[in-house]
């Protein structure tokens, strides 16, 4: 029959009353299938008409075989291009086909922000500026606690202060996931002060030299970024050593330093 029909071309398509029973049959034969992927009878008997005019299927040993894969093959990648709402020549593709189906922002009970990475933003500590150089290790977070100490303790802080005072610094940062919340928190953190000894002025200065000065208008210079940020982003220590502003503020707060003042 695919032989006598395709002899006669469209025209015996059209008008043979065989081929119409022969759709028919395919519409049943197929339905489930085609329903098995949310479409209708009507969609498999389509992808069967196309399969059946092409030379695999007229000169295939079992014909049968030929169209109900072509079929089942026609009818994923329809059921992909209703998802993705894309054609079914592209949901064809695997690279296409990879994505999962579009989504409404109401389909879920957990709003898509909630979880969904593309609208997750990274915590602002972590934001470490240019990257860093081929060939060069970067800081770690815990190193550069380390060389903040050593920074303090070169410019008269006690090391066992300085070291309490930053990793409980580095503490709360992780605790609040930004450097503002974090000095926002620790501005008043009584229980802090009194574990380190410190009065109000040395204890903000420490603040403000480890986690930057927080208002907007220092926001993107030197002394906005910190101690912690500027080593996470490659500085070391005798770069920082260079900075007159930046020592005379620790040097000036060392409670060694007041203490002999007040001496």
């Known amino acids: 029959m695919l032989h006598r029909l395709h002899a006669a071309g469209e025209q015996g398509w059209r008008d043979d009353p065989e081929a119409a029973d022969l759709m028919r049959y395919a519409m049943d034969k197929y339905g489930a299938l085609a329903r098995k992927h949310h479409l209708e009878p009507e969609d498999a008997a389509v992808a069967a008409f196309e399969v059946m005019r092409s030379r695999a299927a007229r000169n295939a040993d079992d014909p049968w075989a030929v169209v109900t894969r072509a079929v089942q093959v026609t009818l994923i990648a329809d059921a992909r291009a209703n998802g993705l709402l894309c054609s079914t020549h592209q949901a064809r593709r695997p690279h296409v086909s990879a994505h999962h189906d579009a989504e409404r922002f109401s389909d879920r009970d957990v709003a898509l922000i909630d979880y969904h990475p593309a609208f997750h933003v990274a915590a602002e500590q972590d934001d470490l500026g240019e990257p860093a150089e081929a060939g060069v290790e970067p800081t770690g977070a815990w190193q550069a606690a380390e060389q903040a100490v050593v920074l303090f303790s070169l410019l008269g802080w006690p090391v066992d202060t300085a070291r309490t005072g930053i990793d409980y610094i580095c503490a709360r940062v992780i605790e609040s996931g930004s450097r503002s919340a974090a000095h926002e928190m620790l501005r008043r ?39 912690l940020l500027r080593l996470l982003i490659g500085h070391s220590v005798a770069e920082l050593l260079t900075d007159d502003a930046l020592v005379r503020t620790i040097v000036t707060a060392s409670p060694r330093t007041i203490r002999v003042s007040h001496a």
Do not use: E, M
């Not at 903000?204 to 970024?225: I, K, S, Y």
């Open 189 to 227: 953190d009584r229980h802090a002060r009194a574990l380190l000894d410190l009065s109000r002025a040395p204890w903000a200065a420490l603040l403000r030299v480890v986690l930057g000065n927080q208002t907007p208008d220092h926001a993107h210079t030197t002394a906005g970024r910190g101690v």
